[in-house]
């Protein structure tokens, strides 16, 4: 285990996950709000649609983009460039 900082909240915390304990529920929620928008739209989006439309900020849309749990939804979407779209906030 090691100290981190949330990147949601920014509190520290000990442990390999990347959010504290605290929002890791909050972050599940946002991946499956996320993964639920994406299988029942078919209009093409953008990051700042898909972020209005699911209500998932874009720092964390960002964040699940590159994880292997959204590799399909990145392909079903065409997006090879999600990792070259990195919002600053």
Known sequence: MK???CVRCGCFFASSDD???SCKSKD???????????????APLSLDSLSFNSGVELKNINRYMESKEFASYKKMLGVDGFE??????
């Open 84 to 89: 070259n779209v990195k919002i600053s906030l």
């Open 28 to 42: 599940e929620v946002d991946k499956l709000t996320l993964k639920n928008y994406l299988d029942n739209t078919d």
């Open 3 to 5: 100290f981190n900082k």
């Open 19 to 21: 959010v504290c304990p």
